[in-house]
């Protein structure tokens, strides 16, 4: 992922020709002002922070705990995320970019290769790596992969062990020192995503291992994906939290069109309210995969639309008519066409 430095070159032109269009003031008047400046161009951290470990281990959950809102869609279920999003984190003290990534594992279908290959090049991107593990788990072969996965590393890497709010803390201790012989990590931080635990710890310590750099995103700036690509995720989301079993891995989501029209009001004639109209495909693998999402008497897919719908509203502060379809393409977790269309979405 390169790294855009675009919006800071930007941002300095502005502020000098500004600063060279006002009338000349007294140097002394002006000199605070400028030494402040200097001192914090001096110690601003930028960097990225790449967010990695086996599925389910809560990496969306801490990007959007770490920023304060929901960029990341959340499950119980694994391999939730296949896309590598930013969550961008601007404050007085520096910027950091959190990469969320898909979670690591063997892959068996094209779709689980290209999100490996998203944990790869997030690798490369960074300048920190944060592993997390389930602290509620047991060391298996799938922590042993990851491992290996870290010989790609030349970063500091912090080890996250997370879901503390749910273990004994006598299963802590036992767990640094296992992974204290596996890895030289830099710093091993216990941490709950899902109710704060050190959080505030872990921004300080990245803080610490970032460079000096001006900042790489504008300040308004949260995430690099689309609104239509967040919708599709969101729709994703609500499917997930109603599905079980093989449904979860052979669900995709693709936005068809965002229109914005408006709704005439009937107790108002002549009235109208802004409205906005979603097309969505959600892709299956199998006939039953549909009847499944259907549910009896179509109960299941219009609870998903209505909990989706619900959510697309609150982030556009608009009325949302939300029209789900559902496609059965035998194998688009290996068809490359359905893989660009999806991926396409994140702009
Ligand atoms: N108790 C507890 N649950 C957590 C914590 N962090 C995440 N979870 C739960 O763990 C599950 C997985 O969370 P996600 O954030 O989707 O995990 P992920 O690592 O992004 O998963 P993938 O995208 O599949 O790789 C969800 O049910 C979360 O609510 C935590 O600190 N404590
Ligand atoms: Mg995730």
């Known amino acids: 992922m390169p790294k855009r430095a675009a919006g800071v070159v930007a941002g300095a032109k502005t ?35 790449a967010l990695i470990g086996r599925p389910n281990t809560g990496k969306s959950t801490l990007i959007n ?21 930013l969550g961008i984190k601007t404050t007085e003290k520096g910027q950091i970019i959190f990469i969320d990534n898909p979670g690591i594992h063997k892959p068996l279908h094209t779709l689980n290769k290209r999100m490996m290959n998203f944990v790869y090049s997030a690798l490369e991107t960074s300048d920190v790596v944060c592993l997390l593990i389930d602290a509620t788990e047991k060391f298996g072969h799938g922590d042993e ?49 899902l109710t704060g635990v050190n959080l505030d710890v872990l921004e300080g310590l990245l803080y610490g291992a970032l460079p000096v750099a001006d900042k ?11 609104e239509r690509f967040l919708f599709a995720e969101i729709i994703r989301e609500k499917i997930l939290s109603h599905v079980k079993e093989e449904l979860p891995f052979v669900t995709a989501v693709y936005i068809e069109s965002i229109e914005n029209k408006e709704q005439a ?19 299956v ?7 499944i999402i259907i549910g009896r008497q179509g109960r299941l897919i219009k609870q998903i639309g209505i909990e989706a719908r619900q959510e697309i509203e609150s982030i556009l502060e608009t009325k949302v008519y939300l029209d789900l379809h559902i496609k059965v393409r035998e194998g688009w977790r290996d068809a490359e066409d359905v893989l660009d269309l999806i991926e396409g979405q994140k702009g």
């Open 15 to 49: 502020a000098a020709s500004k600063e060279r269009a006002k009338p000349a003031k007294p140097r002394a008047a002006r000199a605070p002002r400028k030494k402040a400046a200097e001192k914090e161009k001096k110690t601003y951290k930028t960097g990225y922070v």
């Open 65 to 85: 705990a770490l920023l304060g809102r929901k960029i990341a869609i959340v499950s119980d279920k694994p391999q939730t995320t296949r896309i590598s999003i």
């Open 145 to 193: 992969y990851v491992l290996e996965t870290l010989k790609r590393v030349k970063t500091p890497v912090f080890l996250l062990i997370n879901k503390v709010d749910i273990v004994r803390k006598d299963t802590i201790l036992p767990m640094i020192e296992k992974y204290k012989d596996l890895y030289p990590f830099e710093e091993i931080i216990p941490i709950s995503a």
């Open 216 to 226: 790489l995103y504008s300040d308004e700036e949260i995430s690099d994906q689309s």
């Open 265 to 283: 009001d009937w107790k108002k004639p002549g009235v109208t309210r802004p409205l906005t109209l979603i097309r969505a495909t959600i892709y």
């Open 285 to 291: 693998e199998k006939d039953n995969h549909r009847a």
